[in-house]
C-alpha cells in the first residue's frame, strides 16, 4: 500500500474495503484506531483520512511514542512552560497545541508509558491539555488517529494499558492486513518500487521477470511493504540487468564486522550478534525488529545506544 497521486494505490479487495470505511468516516471528528503489523502502512491510511477530511487545510502533526526519550515524551506531547525543567529556556508549544484544528497522529501507540496515558486521556475527554510547569488549562481541537502493532486488548489485560483509554480511541478500529495476505498488492507494488528506483535514481527502466514475480510470492515479508520495497529498491540499484531474475532479489549486502556466533562467547556479544544480525534482516527497520527479538523498542534503542558508545558496529546503530 503506498500513495500515489493522492490515493492508495491497491488491487487487493479487503484493502479497497478499508478505504471506503476510511473515505466514510475521514469527515467525522471520532478517534480511530489502526492496526497492524510493521511495514503493513499504518501510518500511511492515517494520512489518508485526514487528507480526505475537512481539517486538511492544515498539516497532520505526528509523534512516535516508541521513538522519543519517555522523559521529553509529556514535553512533546503538551508543551512546557519556561523554566519548568533544567534546559527549558523558553516556553514550547506541544504536539496538542500545534495540531489544534488538524489531526493528530499518534504512532506505535502500544509503547506510551501509562502515566502519560492517563494525561491523553483527560486530553481526549476535556479537549483541553497543560503544560508542564503550566497552571492554566489549554483548549485544543485535535482529531486522534492512533496506530500499533501491539495488541493494545492483550495490554489492557496485563495492567500495561488503560481500559478506559483504550475504548476512547476504539472508537473506529481499523486492522490492515499483511502482506502475505495480499498477493494482488504484493505484485502491484513490486512493480511500482522497480519503477519508482529507476525513476528516482535516473537509471533505465527495469521490470521483473515473470520467474522473480512468482518468487517474491514465497517469502513471508515479516516487514510488510517497507521490506517489499527495500528489496526491490535494492536490486534495481545494483543489479546491472534491465530484466531482474530471481538472483538479483537475493543479492547479499556486505556483511556486518560484529564477530559470528561461536560457542563460548560472552552473553553481552550473543546478544549484540543476535541484535545485529535481526536488523539486518528487517532492513534496519527497529521497530520490526524489536518484535523479532520480543522486546521494546526503548530496549532495543538503548543497547544500540550502548554499542554506539563501545564504538561497535557503526553501521548498524
Request: overall charge neutral; glycine content about 6%; charged content about 25%.
Amino acid at each position: 500500500m503506498i500513495l500515489h497521486n493522492q490515493s492508495i494505490l491497491t488491487a487487493d479487495p479487503d484493502m479497497r474495503k478499508i478505504l471506503k470505511v476510511a473515505e466514510n468516516i475521514a469527515l467525522s471528528r471520532a478517534s480511530v484506531l489502526i492496526t497492524g503489523e510493521s511495514g503493513t502502512g499504518k501510518e500511511l491510511l492515517a494520512r489518508y483520512i485526514h487528507s480526505k477530511s475537512t481539517r486538511n487545510q492544515k498539516r497532520i502533526v505526528a509523534i512516535n511514542c516508541a521513538a522519543v526519550p519517555e522523559g521529553l515524551l509529556e514535553s512533546e506531547l503538551f508543551g512546557h512552560e519556561k523554566g519548568s525543567f533544567t534546559g527549558a529556556h523558553q516556553a514550547k508549544p506541544g504536539k496538542f497545541e500545534i495540531a489544534s484544528g488538524s489531526t493528530l497522529l499518534l504512532d506505535e501507540m502500544g509503547e506510551l508509558p501509562l502515566l502519560l496515558q492517563a494525561k491523553l486521556l483527560r486530553a481526549l475527554q476535556e479537549n483541553e491539555i497543560e503544560r508542564v510547569g503550566g497552571r492554566e488549562p489549554i483548549k485544543v481541537d485535535v482529531r486522534i488517529i492512533a496506530t500499533t502493532n501491539k495488541d493494545l486488548k492483550k495490554l489492557v489485560q496485563e495492567g500495561l494499558f488503560r481500559e478506559d483509554l483504550y475504548y476512547r480511541l476504539h472508537v473506529i478500529p481499523i486492522h490492515i492486513p499483511p502482506l502475505r495476505a495480499r498477493p494482488k498488492d504484493l505484485i502491484l507494488l513490486a512493480k511500482n518500487f522497480i519503477e519508482s528506483a529507476c525513476v528516482v535514481n535516473g537509471l533505465p527502466m527495469k521490470q521483473l521477470s515473470q520467474d522473480a514475480l512468482n518468487h517474491l510470492l514465497i517469502p513471508q515479508w515479516p516487514g510488510n511493504v517497507r521490506e517489499l520495497q527495500n528489496t526491490l529498491e535494492r536490486a534495481a540499484l545494483l543489479s546491472p540487468r534491465e530484466i531482474l531474475e530471481i538472483e538479483d532479489l537475493n543479492i547479499e549486502m556486505e556483511s556486518s564486522s560484529v564477530a559470528p556466533f561461536t560457542p563460548g562467547m560472552s552473553l553481552m556479544d550473543a546478544e549484540k550478534f543476535l541484535i545485529v544480525k535481526t536488523l539486518e534482516y528487517t532492513a534496519q527497520n527497529r521497530t520490526q525488529a524489536a518484535k523479532l527479538l520480543g522486546i521494546s523498542i526503548r530496549t532495543l534503542r538503548n543497547k544500540l545506544n550502548e554499542y554506539r558508545k563501545d564504538g561497535d558496529h557503526e553501521q548498524s546503530v
